[in-house]
């Protein structure tokens, strides 16, 4: 521009560029790509950092004995405890007793979930009855159903069961009845147009199109699964995870405490990593964003 | 009246949203093999009279015959994201999914080597044309376009412009292609319509050769009394002289 400023309030520097940091209305792009000798860590390096850093701290503070025993064991004893006990049988028994209530339940809740979101989805009829009254129940916490189900079930294995069961019908109803009826209504009208009926636009169109949303469901059921089995088992249980865990409580075994909790959470985290590969596997079709930087 | 048989035949069809009248009481023939382009402003009604055509708006009033055989393409291509390219082409057809007759319709689109992949990965233009190979696997004797060239940037319009007009040639199917491009509707169809406030307001018989000039002048003085149907009042730049 060669034109003088026609406002004199305008100060003499706007006129003459900047240095090009400074240039309003300019922004400098600048490129990931590095050149150059930058060490680079490894991602998964990069994320260990932080959980492995905390063990070592655990092992210090535990070694130094600035973390009494009484407190927290040390992980040295955790894993003591744990060849221990899986020698024994104890342990591995121990796991099977839980994994089969969870496994048990997961099932139930899970044709449960099925059968209603598919009525709910499919039917205005479904959705009018169902919808409304699974809203109502999800009011109410499940843990505090537990008293209630003493009372229906005894304090065998039938109250541990129907907890894990309900735990795990909520969140795969209400992934799969979103996923239904969020079913792109034009892809439903081509299909419809290539002459599917109603048979077909379930197994074509309907169904595929919930399938992430119950991919999701899912996964919360199964980490919701492990937490009803956790409440559940403390009711009187004579075997399982949480027979360990109360036992050990009783003698104030902290190393037998966290070896439990220990393993309740790596049960979660194989469940999880099943259905993350699940998903890799069904949902090889959508485009997605796959997380940046 | 034309002694040929008609393929489309709509006698009084109205249809009206909560009250508000998109069609009033239209007649409309379409003959077997006809291409009839079908131009408007948006709301003017044209992609609600295709959708009746198409079956899929059944509340309506008046009569309306339409060959049971027809399918359609849309704006967007609108394939299921979760089936393979071919599958999509064959999907809904009576019997198992014959991956030959499928990779025939993808040949006849000009994209067979892109049968086995998923949908996510094609271009707008391949999707078009995929879209565009699944309304003709079915043998329509009506074919139905839903602007489906309004997404492509205008390279890929043109080619699959003439992709459409050849395979009308060879199927034989009448067509009505809904649009508002006028130069689009001169250069593809026998006849063109224009809708106006839910009724056909002008018809046009376009009487030129195959394929079609942009540039002539015939082409010109129609494509100016369309737009001047429509209310563009527009100088003609690059009259030839």
């Known amino acids: 521009m060669t034109t003088k400023p026609l406002d004199p309030a305008v100060p003499p520097q706007q006129a003459a560029p900047p240095d090009d940091a400074e240039r309003p209305g300019r922004v400098t792009l600048r490129g990931t790509v590095r050149t150059g000798r930058r060490l680079t860590i490894p991602r998964s390096v990069r994320r260990s950092v932080g959980p492995v850093g905390l063990i070592l701290l655990w092992l210090l503070t535990s070694a130094t004995g600035v973390l009494p025993e009484t407190v927290l064991a040390s992980p040295v004893d955790v894993v003591r405890q744990a060849v221990e006990l899986t020698r024994s049988g104890e342990l591995p028994d121990a796991i099977a007793a839980s994994g089969r209530r969870a496994a048990i339940g997961f099932a139930i809740g899970a044709s449960v979930a099925l059968g209603l979101s598919l009525l709910a989805g499919l039917f205005r009829l479904g959705e009018d009855v169902i919808d409304s009254s699974m809203g109502m129940f999800r009011a109410i916490p499940w843990v505090g159903l537990i008293p209630l189900f003493i009372v229906w079930f005894g304090i065998e294995e039938t109250p541990k069961i129907a ?17 239904i009826r969020s079913t792109d209504a034009q892809l439903v009208e081509a299909a419809r147009m290539m002459g599917l009926g109603k048979l077909g636009l379930i197994t074509y169109v309907i169904l595929p199109s919930a399938l992430p949303g119950a991919l999701v469901g899912l996964r919360y059921a199964l980490s919701t699964a492990w937490l009803a089995l956790v409440f559940a088992e403390q009711i009187n249980a004579d075997a399982g995870l949480g027979y360990l865990m109360s036992n050990a409580q009783q003698y104030f075994r902290t190393d037998v405490i966290v070896l439990c909790l220990v393993v309740y959470a790596l049960l979660g985290l194989a469940c999880d990593l099943a259905v993350r590969i699940l998903s890799r596997r069904l949902l090889t079709w959508r485009a997605n964003f796959e997380g940046g930087a | 009246m034309s002694f040929m048989t008609n393929s489309v035949e709509i006698r009084g069809l109205s249809r009206a949203f909560d009250g508000n009248t998109v069609l009033h009481d239209l007649d409309l023939d379409i003959p077997e093999g006809e291409f009839v ?15 009746i055509l198409a079956g899929l708006d059944e509340e309506i009033g008046g009569e309306v015959t339409v060959p049971a055989r027809r399918s359609a393409a849309f704006q967007s291509p609108r394939l ?10 064959v999907l809904g057809l009576p019997g198992r999914s014959d ?14 080597d892109r049968a086995g992949v998923w949908p996510k990965t094609l271009s707008g233009g391949q999707a078009q044309r995929v879209s565009l190979a699944r309304a003709l696997v079915r043998e329509p004797e009506l074919l139905l376009l839903d602007e489906p060239f309004g997404a492509l940037d205008a390279l890929t319009r043109g080619r699959v412009q003439q992709l ?11 067509i009505l292609l809904v649009t508002h491009d006028v130069e689009e509707a001169l250069l593809l169809a026998d006849r063109v319509l224009v809708m106006d406030e839910g009724r056909i307001a002008h018809e046009l018989t376009v009487d030129l050769p195959r394929p079609r000039d942009l540039t002539a ?6 494509r100016a009394r369309l737009l001047n149907w429509l209310g563009v009042t527009r100088t003609l730049e690059g009259t030839p002289s």
């Open chain 2, 99 to 112: 991956r030959e007759l499928a990779a025939k319709a993808l040949d006849e689109v000009g994209i067979a």
């Open chain 2, 37 to 51: 382009a079908l131009l408007g402003h948006s709301g003017c009604g044209k992609s609600t009279l295709l959708r």
């Open chain 1, 163 to 179: 907890l894990v069961a309900l735990g795990v019908t909520y969140p795969l109803y209400f992934n799969i009845y979103g996923g």
């Open chain 2, 164 to 174: 459409v007009a050849e395979l009308w040639q060879r199927h034989g199917c009448a």
């Open chain 2, 217 to 222: 002048p015939e082409f010109v003085t129609l």
């Open chain 2, 80 to 89: 299921l994201p979760w089936l393979k390219v071919w599958r999509n082409v």
